[in-house]
């Protein structure tokens, strides 16, 4: 199945691939012309065509099955140091036209904000191939007998008692950035991602695991890994009981402190700071993190489900340090953000998709710094929490003051070794203490693709409030 | 009731589910969509990136053996439908079945939109988040920034079935919201309020309470202690405090988790889950309320189900499949964010009815504990019930009276035990608006109560 009948998609390189190439070129240079001709004296205009696919398997029988074909195109307009944006799905060219008026219209209404207009400098940065053309040629009962081998493979589990669900999913992306001031770039970028969750306990005392997976295509996912990930996660807090209250070290797993550096990585948004809406506003230059810690954006890395060869303004990006030797280097720009501080934009312009103007955020956030294996870990911490799970963290963290207190699970630490499983508690602390108090970095880095895109390993962090009983 | 033009003609969705249920399938289904949305946000104090967006599109759907088979198309063109159709169909190899006929979708008006959003020009908008900036900074010099927004939607939906369901609805939705930074001696707090609803500009034209909330909300907490932690008795303050309800109860009823047995209430149906004073809706055909609907996204009218009736747990939330596959009534949950996702069982307006306490007596009651007068949002598991609630406006009781805020609360806790725990509820109900979250697709929630009180919950803080 695909969402266009007849538009049976082939691989980028494909004649069929350069047909929507054209098209969705055609479709970016209609919205930019109409743009002008209403009175933009700049404008740009993202294109994007969207082919994707969605299964869901339990108890190894297929839920659900879609996959589809999906368009459309966002335009900026400039006019007099304003802007609006507007957007409409599909290429069709009259709808098209009538959305560019539609931001030119609203740029006018829009007040006058310094640093407005294009980039001066267009480009596409070298990046390795995002997409690989596998993906389009896996079948729907591929993708269907990779959900169900990652299924048995959690029920495979001794203490599992159940799946909730696996749910495969991918997409292949083609994206035209043009404006008028000549540029135009393209890229394709595919993802496919899997996951599952993992019951262990009988009802009542039974507690969860989730296991993920992301590649480039299927072929790349390893389905057993993925179902017994997510069982042995479940495994590992089966029984799990309110701890008591106190302030001790806790070890975040990968999954945990990805969320928590998604979270830092917000308030490093230069348009957060410069509105006084971050508690790193005044920290540029400061000593922000322990010593051994950095943390850099980096849109080129061949495995950032971020990666892309220009940013939402057609900025070619980068890697750029935003925290080295404990001291914060930069915070994350765009061009209109950089202009007003003085400085050059870090290509940190984002777009989730046509229907969203560009926003100043990260894009991969890569932490790095010297790695212990985890029982090294462990032992270090000595007495604490291993932390295994976190929620409710778009409500729990205050993005303006950097201080979180958000639900957690996972298992009480004593002696260096893991004791029992703990649940119904919460972790709170201050993430601008947070980044100071990381005491080492384990050996098991991963992408998280969850909450923004990051790629940690577990954290030793020390001073966190633990509340339970 | 009035019928309406659509999207796609009855005609047109005939010969379009004909083709879809060409080679078999249990249930054919097209939703057909059209969404204007309007987004203005005045951020210090400058009116940036207005932002317009149209969308029309549809989604064709078979269920066959009990699974769902689906694609979509920013098109409603009969041609692009008949493709698609053709090409979901031809996954099967049954014989054909044949639809039932179809007749003119009939619109049913749930609340009036008295001032269509269209009709008012951009510049009243704009002045209107310029009203709500200035109100908020009028709060206090301690008020440093302000950020207000308001959205618009208009969304035009038909869906015609197999079964011969013809319906279509027209949903009008409008929201302002306002975000205060205040800072004094190095300590910087925010605040957040919102108002919204199925209605037209009439219903936030004059609202800069709005903006002048959010900034008391931030001055408050330049005052805030530290949050205490542990065990306590906890007043869950009316409109937004339903967070909890929606959370720690509702997730757990809709009918994919409950047949999954992911739900911790499955199985509980005629169970007492709560005392017998206890009692809550989900509510999608309340008039003018954030999460209501003339139908669901299936075409199943909207209705108010009972989940909690007198302590006992007597309702799930069913969309079209999982009430098929129950052999229950649909109970028009059957929502989608857009044409791009299939339907999935979803809340509405979910809601505890009120009681006849006065949120003072609540307080009264409470020797030392917190009063948490709103979230900021929350999650749960349904499967294991451990649930999370980030408090934005908190106070300590003291001896049965408020005392100082607090920053940095979170309730943490499990459903079962969060509802047992109920010992105390108010006549003062109110409904908030909140977006809520599943499977990748965020839809419109009413979430509301009156005051509802927890004998014990464990609150989260940073004070050790």
Redesign the interface.
């Known amino acids: 199945m695909t969402g266009k009948g007849q538009e049976r998609v082939s691989a980028g390189g494909g004649a069929a691939g350069r047909r929507h190439e054209l098209a969705a070129r055609a479709a970016a240079e209609t919205a930019l012309e109409a743009a002008v001709a209403a009175g933009a004296e700049a404008a740009d205009a993202w294109a994007e065509r969207r082919r994707s696919r969605r299964v869901v398997v339990w108890r190894e029988a297929v839920e659900e099955l879609g996959e589809a074909v999906s368009c459309g195109v966002g335009v900026r307009a400039f006019v007099d140091g304003r802007w609006g944006f507007a957007y409409a799905s599909g290429f069709a060219s009259d709808e098209l036209a009538e959305a560019a008026r539609a931001a030119v219209a609203l740029a006018r209404i829009a007040d006058r904000e310094t640093g407005a207009g294009l980039p001066d400098h267009c480009g596409q940065a070298e990046v390795p191939d995002l997409a690989d053309e596998r993906l389009l040629a896996a079948s729907s009962d591929h993708c269907v007998e990779l959900a169900r081998a990652c299924e048995r493979a959690a029920r495979a589990q001794r203490a599992v008692t159940d799946v909730e669900q696996v749910v495969y999913q991918d997409a292949w992306l083609e994206v035209t950035l043009a404006n008028s001031a000549s540029f135009a770039g393209a890229f394709t970028a595919s993802s496919a991602w899997m996951y599952c969750t993992a019951f262990a306990g009988e009802v009542g005392e039974r507690m969860s695991g989730f296991g993920l997976d992301i590649a480039r295509a299927p072929q790349g996912l390893d389905p057993e890994r993925t179902g017994r990930e997510a069982g042995e996660r479940a495994a590992l807090l089966a029984g799990a009981t309110k701890p008591s209250s106190r302030r001790c070290a806790v070890v975040f797993d990968a999954f945990a402190a990805a969320a928590l550096v998604a979270a830092v990585g917000e308030m490093l948004s230069a348009e957060q700071v410069e509105r006084g809406r971050s508690p790193f506003a005044d920290k540029l230059g400061a000593e922000v993190a322990s010593s051994s810690l950095t943390i850099a954006d980096d849109a080129t890395l061949p495995d950032g489900p971020a990666s892309a060869p220009f940013d939402g303004e057609g900025s070619p990006t980068g890697r750029t340090e935003l925290i080295a030797g404990g001291r914060l280097l930069t915070f994350v720009h765009d061009v209109r953000t950089a202009r007003r501080a003085g400085t050059n934009t870090t290509a940190n312009a984002l777009r989730s998709s046509y229907r969203t103007p560009p926003v100043v955020g990260v894009s991969n956030l890569v932490v790095a710094g010297e790695q212990v294996p985890f029982a090294q870990l462990l032992a270090t911490l000595g007495d604490g929490f291993y932390i295994t799970d976190l929620s409710g963290l778009h409500s729990g963290v205050n993005p303006v003051s950097g201080t979180f207190s958000v639900g957690a699970s996972g298992v009480v630490v004593r002696g260096g070794e893991l004791a029992e499983p703990a649940r119904e508690m919460t972790v709170a602390g201050s993430l601008t203490d947070l980044l100071r108090n990381v005491q080492a970095l384990g050996d098991d880095r991963r992408w998280v693709p969850l909450a923004g895109s990051v790629s940690t390993p577990s954290l030793l962090v020390d001073g966190i409030t633990v509340s339970g009983r | 009731m009035a019928e309406a033009s659509t999207l796609v003609a009855p005609d047109v969705a005939e010969r379009v589910l004909a083709r879809l249920l060409a080679h078999g399938g249990e249930l054919g289904e097209l939703f057909c969509e059209e969404r204007r949305s309007l987004a203005l946000v005045r951020?210090?104090r400058?009116?940036?990136?207005?932002?317009?967006?149209?969308?029309?599109?549809a989604c064709l759907r078979i269920v066959r053996d009990?699974?769902?088979?689906?694609?979509?198309?920013?098109?409603v063109s009969e041609g692009?439908l008949?493709?698609?159709a053709?090409?979901?169909a031809?996954?099967a190899r049954a014989g054909a079945r044949t639809p039932a006929p179809l007749t003119a979708p009939r619109q049913r008006r749930l609340h009036d939109v008295a001032v269509p959003p269209t009709a008012v020009s951009?510049?009243e908008k704009?002045d209107l988040v310029a009203r709500v900036d200035e109100a908020a900074r009028a709060q206090g010099v301690a008020v440093?920034?302000v950020?207000a927004g308001y959205a618009e939607s208009t969304r035009r939906v038909a869906i015609f079935n197999s079964d011969g369901v013809s319906a279509c609805d027209e949903r009008t939705r409008v929201r302002l919201t306002c975000q205060a930074?205040a800072?004094r001696d190095g300590?910087?707090?925010?605040g957040v309020e919102t108002r919204g609803g199925c209605a037209g500009f009439e219903l936030v034209a004059d609202a800069t309470d709005v903006g002048e909330r959010a900034a008391q909300k931030a001055l408050a907490l330049l005052d805030a202690v530290d949050?205490p932690?542990?065990?306590m008795p906890v007043v869950v303050g009316n409109g937004f405090g339903g967070v909890l309800l929606h959370e720690a109860v509702g997730h757990g009823l809709e009918a994919d988790a409950v047949q999954?047995?992911?739900s911790?209430y499955?199985?509980l149906l005629g169970k007492r889950v709560a005392p017998p004073f206890v009692t809550a809706y989900d509510d999608g055909a309340l008039a003018g309320a954030w999460g209501s609907d003339g139908c669901d996204d299936e075409g199943t009218a909207t209705q108010r189900t009972t989940i909690i009736a007198e302590g006992e747990l007597v309702g799930y939330l069913y969309d079209l499949v999982r009430a098929r596959e129950a052999n229950a009534a649909p109970t028009g949950n059957g929502r989608r964010e857009s044409y791009?996702h299939?339907p999935l069982p979803r809340m509405t307006n979910t809601y505890f009815a009120p009681g006849d306490a006065s949120p003072e007596d609540l307080i009264a009651g409470v020797r030392r504990g917190l009063y948490a007068v709103s979230?900021?949002?929350?999650?749960v598991?349904p499967?294991?019930g451990?649930?999370?609630?980030?408090v934005?406006e908190g106070y300590l009781i003291e001896n049965g009276r408020v005392t100082a805020p607090v920053?940095?609360?979170?309730l943490?806790?499990?459903c079962l035990r969060a509802l047992a725990a109920i010992d105390g509820i108010a006549d003062d109900l109110e409904i908030a608006t909140g977006f809520c979250g599943k499977g990748g697709q965020s839809v419109p929630a009413g979430v509301g109560q009156p005051h509802v009180r927890l004998r014990s919950i464990?609150?989260?803080?940073?004070?050790?």
């Open positions: 951020d210090d400058r009116l940036e990136r207005p932002q317009l967006g149209s969308e029309r599109g009990g699974a769902t088979f689906y694609g979509y198309t920013d098109s692009e008949l493709a698609l053709a090409s979901l031809s996954a951009i510049a704009a440093v920034q950020r930074v800072r300590r910087t707090e925010s949050a932690t542990g065990e999954k047995g992911a911790v499955a199985g791009r299939p979230f900021g949002g929350g999650q598991e499967a294991t451990d649930f999370v609630f980030g934005s920053r940095g609360a979170t943490v806790g499990n464990t609150v989260g803080g940073t004070r050790a």
